[in-house]
C-alpha cells in the first residue's frame, strides 16, 4: 500500500505562510487530498485532486506539487487555521485510500 | 444540504461485532456518482480510512481490514452501514461517514464514538 509522510507539525505566526508538505513513496503518484480536522468536528476537504479548492474553502488555501511531493500551501494565516491536516490519496489502483500520519498546524 | 448521522452502540466487547448505520437526509444514497464512506480516529491517532460505496455499484476496502470489515446500503431507508468483526481495543475510535464527489463535494457526519472494552 501506498505510504504517506508528513512532518509532525509546523507552526506559524498569524500572518504568515503555512507549507505542509506529504510525500508519496510509490509512483505512478496519484491525486492527493487534503483535510483539516479539529478536535471535536467533522473533517473539512480543502484541497482536491492535488490544487483544486472547493467550494466555500477560502482561497488561502492552495496546493501544488513537485515530483512526488505535495504540497498545501495557507497564506496568511489566521488563528482559526490552528488544526490538523491530513493527505489522503488513493493506492495505484485507485480501489482504496490512505491517510498520512497528519501535521499538527500550531499558530503561535 | 445533505446531512449525515452516526448512530450505533457506543459500548462493545472484545472479539464482538461492531455494527454502525449512517442515515442520510437531504439527499439520496444511490443516486448520482458519488462515494460513501467510512474512516475513523481513534483518540490522539490520525485518520484511518475504512471503506466505501460508490453509487455506481461497487465496494472499496482498506486491505488492512482484511476480511473483517463490510459496508452496505439499504436504499429503502437511506442509510450506509459498517460492521467490523472480532473487535479489539485498537478498533476503539470515532468513526465518521461521508459523501464524496469527483468535484470537492464532501459532507461528514459528527462522528460516533466506539469503545470496545469488556
Known amino acids: 500500500s501506498p505510504e504517506l509522510t508528513q512532518p509532525p507539525s509546523v507552526s506559524v505566526s498569524p500572518g504568515q505562510t503555512a507549507r505542509i508538505t506529504c510525500s508519496a513513496d510509490?509512483?505512478?503518484?496519484?491525486?492527493v487530498y487534503w483535510y483539516q480536522k479539529k478536535p471535536g468536528q467533522a473533517p473539512v476537504l480543502v484541497i482536491y485532486k492535488d490544487s483544486e479548492r472547493p467550494s466555500g474553502i477560502p482561497e488561502r488555501f492552495s496546493g501544488s506539487t513537485s515530483g512526488t511531493t505535495v504540497t498545501l500551501t495557507i497564506s496568511g494565516v489566521l488563528a482559526e487555521d490552528e488544526a490538523d491536516y491530513y493527505c489522503?490519496?488513493?493506492?495505484?489502483?485507485?480501489?482504496?485510500?490512505?491517510f498520512g500520519g497528519g501535521t499538527k498546524l500550531t499558530v503561535l | 444540504q445533505v446531512q449525515l448521522q452516526e448512530s450505533g452502540p457506543g459500548l462493545v466487547k472484545p472479539s464482538e461485532t461492531l455494527s454502525l448505520t449512517c442515515t442520510v437526509s437531504g439527499d439520496s444514497i444511490t443516486s448520482g456518482n458519488y462515494y460513501w464512506s467510512w474512516i475513523r480516529q481513534p483518540a490522539g491517532k490520525g485518520l484511518e480510512w475504512i471503506g466505501r460505496f460508490y453509487t455506481r455499484g461497487s465496494l472499496n476496502y482498506n486491505p488492512s481490514f482484511k476480511s473483517r470489515v463490510t459496508i452496505s446500503v439499504d436504499a429503502s431507508r437511506n442509510q450506509l452501514s459498517l460492521q467490523l468483526t472480532s473487535v479489539t481495543a485498537a478498533d476503539t475510535a470515532v468513526y465518521f461517514c461521508?459523501?464524496?464527489?469527483?468535484?470537492?463535494?464532501?459532507?461528514w457526519g459528527q462522528g460516533t464514538l466506539v469503545t470496545v472494552s469488556s
Open positions: 461521508g459523501k464524496e464527489g469527483g468535484y470537492g463535494e464532501s459532507y
Open positions: 489522503q490519496s488513493p493506492d495505484s489502483s485507485n480501489t482504496y485510500r490512505v
Open positions: 510509490s509512483l505512478p503518484r496519484q491525486y
